[in-house]
């Protein structure tokens, strides 16, 4: 950023003698060789041109660098929420299979709660009773 300020300046220092020379050189004053300047220009504005160029080439670097880190960051963040999916999944299967199990074990404790209770009563009332197949 420097040589590039630097460039300007002096392309502005060598325009402003360029200008300052054909002036006293049209007037007369003095007899001025304008070619020296022309060539110190000429050098500036070279100068100025491989310092622009050095930028956008360095710019053009971080631009890949960053590129490559947001990419990488993206597959990152992707492998993340599919772990993230996985550990949902496994969670809500086990929340499920738990209710399963309570179910299961009520349904098998009413019965055998039942059927005790069918043992306990006396023979008149299990005649009686509606639900018993013969």
Do not use: C, F, W
């Amino acid at each position: 950023m420097a040589e590039n300020e630097g460039a300007q300046s002096a392309i502005g220092n060598t325009i402003n003698r360029l200008l300052h020379a054909e002036t006293e050189k049209e007037s007369g004053d003095q007899a001025i060789d304008a070619d020296p300047a022309r060539e110190d220009a000429e050098k500036a504005q070279d100068e100025a041109l491989s310092a622009k160029t050095d930028i956008d080439n360095a710019a053009a670097e971080e631009r890949a660098k960053v590129n490559a880190v947001l990419a990488q960051l993206e597959a990152e963040k992707s492998a993340a929420e599919a772990e993230a999916r996985a550990m949902e999944l496994i969670a809500y299967g086990g929340v499920i299979s738990l209710m399963i199990l309570v179910m299961v074990v009520a349904s098998t404790r009413i019965q055998k709660t039942q059927a005790a209770q069918l043992r306990r009563r006396p023979k008149s009332l299990k005649r009686h009773h509606v639900y018993q197949i013969q």
